[in-house]
């Protein structure tokens, strides 16, 4: 949970919020929050990851800095976010990587790519690595790949169960199977759409002045499609090789070349296009997190970028290597997945759910 001081400024903005109520309009936010009867540790769990940080409310607050009360949701409940992530995460020890994000990813990293270069090179020699390659399978059996992954996604998920679990039971959520199935229904949907990007008025977030920009709502949606459609592609070809015994590589005419290239191309431009919008979003929106959200654009946007790069090296002797990184930049962003932003997703969705859920009672 939130620190008691950042929980104590939270329950200060929100007290205030509560008795202007001007943005009520703008969000899933401040209607969640008028049903509050009383601000405590939990609820601002529950708010603060209901939060977007569009920044309209920022915009119109009229008791925004400089005014004495110096109110700013979108930080606060950023911070507070930031340290939900961090006290719900399993394994404990793990909680230095929400703290330390850059460090984190970049050690993920290099690990990661430093372990498949010793596979690689032990597999095929180092000669052999350097020398002209059609399939990279000759490089690294599949059968090793879908090993390592496999359990790679096993501690994934057993962290993701642990993690969330914990974050269901503190903002006092009931049992999955009690709630109605139009409530997840919605949050869901709201998840999908983002529709508290939006502003409140579907013009957008409040980035980088008072005119609003749907831009980040939509470089959001093309990773998010980029990504299930490159796991699309995953999928396809894992039934390629086992259901029609059909191994890579693929001709660029294939649908797991289609859906994979398709993705690739649309996570580079998303994740470009976040990181252009997190440079350019007002410095008084964010409070400082350490690289802990960019670490995962920045995965996802190498790993697409060596992806794309492997057919492009076939017949060359700069597969073995390029293989390698790649490989490692999706390992690491593995453990991004289980131990970084990506979890932020799941954290805002159950938020939603809990909405729609108190909407019903």
């Known amino acids: 949970m939130p620190t008691d001081k950042t929980t ?32 405590t540790k939990n609820n601002i769990e529950f708010l603060s990851n209901l939060c977007h940080q569009c920044g309209a409310c920022y915009q119109h607050c009229q008791y925004a800095d400089p005014h004495e009360f110096d109110i700013n949701v979108p930080a606060v409940f950023e911070q ?4 939900s992530y961090t006290q719900f995460l399993w394994p ?4 230095p990587a929400v703290l330390n994000g850059s460090r984190f990813m970049a050690t993920s990293l290099l690990v990661s790519i430093s372990l498949f270069l010793l596979a ?25 790949m879908a090993s390592i992954f496999s359990f790679a996604a096993l501690a994934v998920v057993i ?14 959520l009931p049992s999955p199977w009690s709630i109605g199935m139009a409530s997840y229904s919605a949050a869901i ?37 980029g990504f299930f459609l490159c796991f699309s592609a995953t999928l396809v070809g894992t039934f390629y090789h086992y259901g029609l015994d059909v191994p890579a590589p693929y001709g ?25 919008t997190k440079q350019t979003t007002d410095h008084r929106l964010v409070s400082s997190d350490n690289g802990y959200g960019m670490s995962l654009t920045v995965l996802l946007f ?22 390698a990184v790649h490989l490692g930049c999706v390992l690491a962003l593995f453990l991004i997945f289980a131990w970084g932003k990506f979890t932020h997703g799941f954290f805002r969705l159950i938020a939603l759910l809990a909405d729609e859920h108190q909407k019903t009672q």
Not at 92 to 95: E, I, K, L, R, T
Request: proline content about 4%; charged content about 15%.
């Open 159 to 172: 962290s993701w169960w642990m993690t969330l679990r914990e974050y269901w039971h503190s903002i006092s």
């Open 120 to 144: 690689v090179t032990e597999q095929a020699g180092v000669s052999h690595i350097l020398a002209p390659q059609v399939n990279f399978y000759n490089l690294m059996p599949h059968s090793v």
């Open 80 to 83: 507070a976010r930031l340290e």
């Open 302 to 323: 190498l790993t697409s970028l060596t992806g794309l790069g492997l057919p492009i090296a076939q017949g060359t002797g700069a597969l073995g290597l390029l293989l």
């Open 8 to 39: 104590a400024e939270a329950i200060r903005v929100m007290t205030i919020c509560n008795a202007c109520r001007y943005c009520e309009g703008h969000c899933a936010v401040f209607p969640a929050m008028e049903r509050q009867t009383a601000f």
């Open 252 to 276: 660029w005419l294939t649908l797991p070349k289609i859906l994979g290239v398709t993705g690739g191309i649309m996570l580079l431009v998303g994740c470009a296009g976040l990181f252009r």
């Open 189 to 225: 949907t709201s998840a999908l759409t983002l529709k508290n990007l939006d502003g409140g008025h579907g013009d957008g977030c409040y980035e980088s002045g008072e005119s609003p920009s749907l831009w980040k709502r939509r470089f959001h949606h093309l990773v998010l499609i």
């Open 92 to 95: 404990a020890f793990m909680q």
